[in-house]
């Protein structure tokens, strides 16, 4: 798939994902006062400039920093970056909160999106779901050497070693793209477990890396849907999760040829699709 050229906000936010509380703590019985951190949720109003007025397209509550790659990575999970127009984003120092997205087309991007644009909390959720994902997807590609158990289960740690705010908070999800033999290539944070895999795909559309073929994304969280969704649109064809994954999700997997491990931690997982890409025991 040919993408348009994204070009570079005008400023990324640097607001911090990590800010300060003031707790009362019970450690044994006894209270005391202390000083906490917690993720840091703020509102990102993405709008669409259209004659001379800017549009409201979609509202996600996400943990402020790489703003781009949540936006690209948004846009792509919904359809909207098949165009050869290119979308100029802009982000206001004066208005971190808020991201313009300029296109030569505004007209066909606000129709399309009318008519696409889904929740990005839970993707598209019904009895088609898996239907009409497997029209957008392609082939999800593993010609590298089967793998290895063993790897597979260092991968959540490998995650974990990537994530400071969450060693602050306690609080925010992680995804991370992994190649075939474990190397991690790049890690997000958010307090959405989707607006993780979005700034991680935003940040693969920015480098022109799609589809992610022979690639794996790990997840801090459980594999709902929307995280299989996200990762059979962008090419890749394993995902290891921390967490239980859903039904959808396993037929999802196993319908579009995705190999899904969910509960990979302290040397454990479950296979639930694609067991072939798997070093037999």
């Known amino acids: 798939m040919s993408l348009p050229e994204a070009k570079p906000t005008s400023a990324e936010s640097t607001a911090p994902a990590v800010t300060g509380a003031r707790v009362l703590a019970y450690r044994g019985g006894r209270a005391t006062e202390r000083d906490d951190a917690v993720a840091v949720e703020e509102p990102l109003d993405i709008r669409v400039h259209e004659g001379g007025e800017s549009l409201t397209l979609a509202v996600s509550m996400r943990t402020p920093g790489h703003d781009r790659e949540l936006v690209l990575g948004w846009l792509y999970a919904e359809g909207l970056l098949h165009r050869d127009a290119p979308i100029t984003l802009v982000q206001d120092p004066e208005t971190p909160n808020v991201v313009i997205l300029h296109t030569s087309d505004p007209h066909w991007f606000l129709a399309s999106a009318r008519t696409n644009v889904t929740t990005s909390a839970c993707g598209v959720c019904g009895s088609g779901s898996v239907e009409r994902l497997a029209v957008r997807v392609g082939e999800a590609v593993w010609t590298a050497p089967l793998l290895s158990p063993a790897l597979l289960a260092t991968l959540p740690e490998r995650l974990r070693a990537a994530q400071p705010a969450f060693d602050a ?48 994304l790990v997840t801090s969280s459980r594999a709902g849907f929307e995280i299989v969704q996200k990762a059979a649109l962008a090419g890749v064809p ?23 491990v969910g509960f990979a931690r302290a040397e454990r997982f479950n296979v639930y699709a694609g067991t072939p890409r798997l070093q037999p025991s």
């Not at 995804?175 to 307090?191: C, H, I, N, S």
């Not at 394993?238 to 899904?260: D, F, I, K």
């Open 238 to 260: 394993v995902v290891v999760t921390v967490g239980a994954p859903s039904s959808l999700a396993v037929e999802t997997a196993a319908a579009l040829g995705l190999t899904l």
């Open 169 to 216: 908070t306690g609080g925010l999800h992680a995804a991370g793209l992994f190649t075939p033999d474990g190397t991690l290539l790049a890690a997000f944070e958010d307090v959405g477990r989707h607006n993780a895999v979005d700034k991680l795909v935003g940040w693969a559309v920015g480098r022109k890396l799609l589809p992610l073929s022979n690639h794996m």
